[in-house]
């Protein structure tokens, strides 16, 4: 599992029909200098992701990529490749 920012929303058309009534987002991935910096920024690649939990633009959410995005949808075979599992409350990182 990787975080990320919500940076916006995606819509698709036509839709695949596993996907209708879903999100897409935009997540930047936070790297781990930003992690540690605490300073709100993501630093990653942008990716979409499906989003189920109906996070908002500007949270930070944890996502799965790879075949394991798509495990919520077996057994239909849905072209995932990332999913967003779970939205961030707060982050400790040891850091003062």
Not at 10 to 27: A, F, K, M, R, Y
Not at 43 to 48: D, H
Not at 50 to 76: C, H, I, S, Y
Request: proline share 7%; hydrophobic share 45%.
């Amino acid at each position: 599992m990787r975080l990320g920012i919500v940076r916006g929303h995606v819509t698709l058309t036509p839709s695949v029909p596993e996907l209708i009534g879903l999100t897409l987002v935009v997540l930047e991935p936070i790297t781990t200098a930003n992690l540690m910096a605490n300073n709100g920024l993501g630093g990653g690649k942008s990716l979409v992701a499906v989003d189920a939990l109906g996070a908002a633009k500007g949270q930070t959410v944890g996502f799965t990529e790879g075949r394991e995005a798509a495990n919520p949808f077996w057994p239909a075979s849905v072209p995932v490749d990332a999913y967003c599992t779970l939205i961030v409350d707060t982050i400790k990182t040891g850091k003062p």
